[in-house]
């Protein structure tokens, strides 16, 4: 059964460019793929303005969920996705309910390391580090 | 070039185990099928992921640098979209590393503040470097920059030693040819 609605914000994935997969409607948002697009701030900005007012609407009782599995960023992907995590920290300081899941592969150090950084500066997300074997 | 040419340059390549080079100009297509060619070569060739993904790391980084910023342009200064911009990138290997190098036209005035940008990175430690990263990752971008301000920090979290690089005077008392090596 679909969760798709007309609300949701869904990119396919590109050669340079990860697949946006954000079900407003189910309350899941996932970023999957590799991420170095030509103008990042772009990219994301749009994803970033959405997301937040999505947020605004939700109350305390909504749960979210967030899976992001990349696994490879850029430079200014990384600085974009910061902004992305700000946004869901501080709807998750406002009493929201979010559960980032943070996938990478066991042996990527750096991808490991921004995951413990984004921990540190976002504590309100519900952190998991997802080491995936292979 | 006859074919007796071609396999001296040939041979050179492999010598100097050039594994990649390109000279010409550079769009989001163009570094993204580069970027397929270096990933099959490593995924062949060598067998440990983290180099593996330092390598590809600094070759995005580098190739992206060439299509935002040479001087040598086909697009607009003000575009952000479909620019092309023209440059060289090599990876190769010496020592038992590898190592990226690239190279493209800037104007001359601009070399002092690549200067100054790019000269503290070389003392820097690996920890003086990820704290440098950190501080960039929550402060505004800088002014002229089409990306975060990070990808030299990113080149020299990836290397294993000091970044290296060079202005050669170019073609145009106005241009410089600007050289980055990075060895991983």
Redesign the interface.
């Known amino acids: 059964m679909s969760t798709e609605t007309s609300d949701d914000l869904l990119i396919a994935a590109s050669?340079?460019s990860p697949e946006v997969d954000f079900r407003f409607g189910a309350r899941t948002l996932s970023l999957k793929g590799e991420s170095?697009?030509?103008?990042?701030?772009?990219f994301y900005g749009d994803i970033i303005t959405r997301t937040r007012a999505w947020l605004g609407t939700l109350g305390a009782h909504d749960g979210v969920t967030v899976d992001i599995a990349l696994t490879?960023f850029?430079?200014?992907s990384?600085?974009?996705l910061?902004g992305l995590f700000d946004a869901l920290n501080e709807a998750a300081e406002g009493g929201i309910k979010i559960v980032l899941n943070w996938r990478h592969?066991v042996?990527?150090?750096?991808i490991q390391e921004f995951g413990a950084?984004l921990h540190d500066e976002f504590p309100a997300l519900d952190f998991h580090d997802i080491a995936i074997d292979g | 070039m006859n074919y007796a040419e071609y396999q001296d340059f040939s041979a050179v390549v492999a010598k100097r185990h050039v594994v990649f080079y390109y000279f010409g100009y550079f769009s989001?297509n163009i570094?993204?099928?580069m970027?397929?060619a270096v990933r099959l070569h490593l995924e062949k060739a060598e067998p440990v992921?983290?180099t593996r993904?330092k390598i590809?790391?600094c070759f995005?980084?580098m190739a992206?640098n060439i299509?935002h910023y040479s001087a040598s342009a086909l697009t607009a200064a003000e575009q952000?979209?479909?620019?092309l911009r023209q440059g060289s990138v090599c990876i190769g290997m010496e020592n038992d590393h590898y190592y990226l190098l690239c190279a493209n036209p800037v104007a001359a005035e601009n070399v002092e503040a690549l200067r100054e940008k790019l000269e503290p990175l070389r003392t820097m430690t690996l920890d003086d470097i990820k704290r440098a990263y950190?501080e960039m990752?929550?402060a505004e971008?800088p002014d002229g920059s089409?990306?975060?301000g990070?990808?030299f920090?990113?080149v020299a979290r990836d290397a294993s030693g000091p970044l290296e690089f060079e202005f050669v005077p170019g073609a145009t008392p106005d241009t410089v040819t600007f050289y980055v090596k990075a060895t991983i």
């Open positions: 050669s340079s170095y697009p030509e103008n990042a701030a772009a490879y850029n430079s200014s990384t600085k974009m910061f592969d042996d990527d150090d750096t950084e | 989001q570094v993204s099928a970027a397929e992921a983290s993904r590809f790391s995005v980084e992206q299509t952000r979209e479909s620019q950190r990752l929550r971008s089409k990306g975060a990070l990808g920090l990113t």
